[in-house]
Nanobody, 121 residues
Framework: QVQLVESGGGLVQPGGSLRLSCTVS????????MDWYRQAPGKQRELVAA???????GYEDSVKGRFTISRDDAKNTLYLEMNSLKAEDTAVYYC???????????????WGQGTQVTVSS
């Protein structure tokens, strides 16, 4: 069974930094893309940052220059380095991965349980 487990959330003051991690466990042939979503109270879940298996990255406009997504394929771990945090970054952050369980298998999407990030003084 494939599981995504996030860690690293918490309470931080405006201007501070946090690093989120997401470790993928289970039998997977390949991970195609991994990304971070977030959902603030009363708002829809939105894509924050994504990284492909060849290292290509993309960011939501409001986090460009502040957040950095990276992955360590040897550890099956995804990271999100968040700097210059603002109150509007407060949300539950979710790890998401699209993977194949076998070489010719279909793409399957997986979600983590979410980790709370609160930016407040």
């Amino acid at each position: 069974q494939v599981q995504l487990v996030e860690s690293g959330g918490g309470l931080v003051q405006p201007g501070g930094s946090l690093r989120l991690s997401c470790t993928v466990s289970g039998s997977i042939f390949s991970i195609i893309v991994m990304d971070w979503y977030r959902q603030a109270p009363g708002k829809q879940r939105e894509l924050v940052a994504a990284i492909t298996n060849d290292g290509g990255t993309g960011y939501e406009d409001s986090v460009k220059g502040r957040f950095t997504i990276s992955r360590d394929d040897a550890k099956n771990t995804l990271y999100l380095e968040m700097n210059s945090l603002k109150a509007e970054d407060t949300a539950v952050y979710y790890c998401h991965a699209v993977a194949r369980l076998t070489q010719r298998g279909t793409r399957i999407a997986y979600w983590g349980q979410g980790t709370q990030v609160t930016v407040s003084s």
